[in-house]
């Protein structure tokens, strides 16, 4: 009856998270079973969390970074670094992508911060709408898999899994994501006789590197001096970060200090520094000193602005998971979760059979929930068949974020569809045709994921 009562509710047009509360509510009233009060008290328990004190935090700090100038810095450096190849801009946006990913853990914000630029700068070079805005579709789903992510966060909390492993065990299928559309971009562009979109400088391609390099060298640097010749860490750090700010303001860098958000709050979290939580808070602490202080592009009225944007998204989010706090409580109570695993299991005790149909229930969900909703109604469901099935959940929690990813790219709820459409000034219609030829770097991405864990968490166990 539940699930009944949910699905009316939801074909009437209810939103999911009022749709999930309701059900539970009439089902309790009804049936008896429990005094109606219990909705309240689940959904209250539901997100009084410490590890979801980290939702706020990463959505503020990604508000500030995309309201900082931040994403016009993130282009040029693409731009010096890629930019010269054949198909340029189309690159640039798959490596603006990974960058940004970094620091603002969703997809929509990568569509709505960097995919504005990106798709003007491409279609004012030449480049079709539709395949602008395929390509940036496509890599703004690497938002919420390289860390942070605000979706690793509420399955974290949901499946009771490390979300420091998860951040982690996110970096190398990010990696072959990109990879692989960066493929995808060279193949259209070697179809179509495309060209380089700006002129290769060995100067300008050489610094971009030299940032790389400084990027990728500045936490090695430390843990050597801290491991190998024994100074003293927090004096180490300190020094370090006055190093680094003094470089970037004799070299004048574009993009290294925004690309180290997920340097510190994974070199943080790895070495017990601060919780995943507490990174969150170091996040928007990065960001505040950024914004303000180094780059001058925040004042106090564009941040109370960021912040009541922050609490007006963190409420949606918040009451989501509240609400199928209550309702994954009522689908275990009533048995649907044990007779669900029963019927699974059943038919197949194969780990590779389950998670394929996996696969195909989580793309399916994910073209009707956003999704933090589908997180916290799929998980109670298949997280205990994983545990019976030997499955990895660190493994299975990226194999459910890349579906709903996929999900958001397709009618009839997807969100970067509609806020890319928007963007573009093009017809949902003809933004989903965009998007389908990029199906095919995803999927194969998902395929690779799903069979091959090793690549999952190969860092994870390095660490955790």
Not at 87 to 105: I, Q
Not at 192 to 216: Q, R
Not at 391 to 414: A, K, R, T
């Amino acid at each position: 009856m539940l699930k009944i009562l949910f699905l009316i509710l939801m074909s009437g047009g209810i939103p999911v998270a009022i749709a999930m509360a309701g059900a539970s509510l009439i089902y309790l009233f009804f049936a008896q079973s429990s005094p109606p009060f219990v909705v309240i008290h689940r959904m209250v328990s539901g997100i009084d969390s410490f590890p979801l004190l980290a939702v706020p935090f990463f959505i503020l700090a990604g508000n500030l970074m995309n309201n900082a100038g931040i994403t016009n810095r993130i282009y040029n450096y693409a731009l010096a670094l890629v930019g010269w190849l054949k198909g340029g801009l189309g690159h640039v946006n798959v490596v603006g992508s990974v960058v940004f990913a970094g620091m603002s853990g969703t997809a929509i914000a990568d569509a709505a911060g960097l995919g504005t630029i990106e798709i003007k700068a491409m279609k004012d070079h030449g480049y079709s709408t539709e395949f602008a805005v395929g390509v940036t579709a496509a890599s703004a789903t690497l938002g919420p898999i390289i860390p942070p992510s605000l979706p690793f966060v509420i399955y974290g909390m949901m499946a009771n899994v490390s979300v420091g492993a998860l951040f982690l065990a996110g970096i190398l299928p990010g990696i072959l994501m990109a990879l692989l559309m960066m493929l995808t971009v060279a193949y259209f562009a070697h179809k179509n006789g495309w060209g380089a979109d700006v002129k290769f400088e060995w100067p300008k391609v050489i610094k971009a590197l030299a940032e790389t390099a400084v990027v990728v060298g500045w936490p090695l640097a430390i843990w050597w001096l801290v491991t190998a010749m024994g100074t003293p860490a927090q004096i180490t750090v300190f020094v370090a970060l006055i190093v680094l700010f003094a470089a970037d303001k004799f070299f004048n860098f574009q993009a290294v200090l925004p690309i180290m958000t997920p340097v510190i709050l994974i070199g943080g979290m790895t070495t017990g520094v601060f919780t995943p939580t507490e990174g969150a808070i170091a996040a928007c602490v990065w960001a505040i000193a950024l914004g303000f202080f180094w780059y001058r592009t925040l004042n106090f009225k564009m941040f109370v602005k960021i912040c009541l944007d922050t609490v007006e998204t963190t409420a949606t989010v918040l009451f989501i998971v509240a609400a199928a706090s209550i309702f994954g409580w009522m689908l275990t109570a009533t048995g649907v979760t044990t007779a669900i695993s029963a019927w699974v299991l059943g038919f197949t005790q194969e780990p590779w059979v389950f998670l394929l149909l996996a696969n195909l229930l989580m793309l399916f969900v994910g073209c009707f929930l956003e999704p933090t909703a589908a997180i916290t109604i799929l998980v109670p469901i298949l997280v205990p068949i994983c545990q019976q099935l030997g499955i990895d959940l660190v493994h299975f929690g990226l194999v459910m974020v890349l579906n709903l990813m996929i999900g958001l790219l397709h009618p009839p709820m997807g969100m970067v569809l509609f806020v890319l459409a928007r963007v573009a000034k093009l017809s949902v219609e003809r933004t989903t045709m965009a998007i389908l030829p990029w199906l095919f770097p995803l999927l194969g991405s998902l395929a690779v994921i799903t069979y091959f864990p090793s690549l999952v968490l190969w860092l994870p166990k390095q660490f955790y």
